[in-house]
């Protein structure tokens, strides 16, 4: 008897460590949004004081080279109020065989949806004017202020400026 309760313990801590940590993967679901009109909502609904969207493909080089600096702004940013998220352009019949394992394999960190809508010379003026949907393409928006950029940032203190230049911007 005076054995049991040292046993139920050694027992109960080798149980405990032995369990794997429960991982927080914000992207071990992809939303796939089918139009426009539902990212529009997820931009009106102004949850974050300054929104990064990135418009990208895992078959465009220079979004790919771009993503680490999207990485670095949602781990320097986390504390600011500033929501990234990463929009897919692909075809949602890749989700499983290149977005996925991409996602996984790079540890892509911030939100990622794909856009199903294809019918871009109807929505890509609401995002900007200029843009006729080649990628990447970054859209920052802190209310009604906005900043587009067509093609990639070449290092992570151009995307930075970018974002602090409306974060900090009294409106």
Request: charged share 25%.
């Amino acid at each position: 008897m005076k054995y049991t309760l040292p046993l139920v313990a050694a027992g109960f801590t080798i149980f405990i460590l032995s369990c794997k940590p429960i991982e927080t993967n914000p992207n071990a679901t992809i939303e796939v949004l089918e139009t426009f009109s539902e990212l529009q909502a997820i931009i009106d609904a102004g949850d974050h004081d300054v929104l990064v969207l990135n418009f990208w493909s895992t078959t465009c080089a220079p979004c790919i080279k771009e993503m680490p600096h999207f990485n670095k702004l949602n781990a320097e940013y986390s504390n600011k109020n500033v929501g990234i998220l990463l929009v897919s352009l692909e075809k949602a019949t890749r989700l499983e065989t290149h977005i996925y394992p991409y996602v996984q394999k790079y540890g892509i960190v911030p939100e990622v949806m794909v856009l199903k809508d294809q019918n871009y010379r109807i929505w890509t003026d609401k995002i900007d004017e200029s843009w006729y949907g080649a990628l990447p393409a970054t859209l920052i928006i802190k209310g009604e202020q906005r900043k587009f950029r067509f093609g990639s940032y070449e290092s992570y203190e151009e995307l930075q400026t970018d974002v602090d230049e409306l974060l900090y911007k009294s409106n």
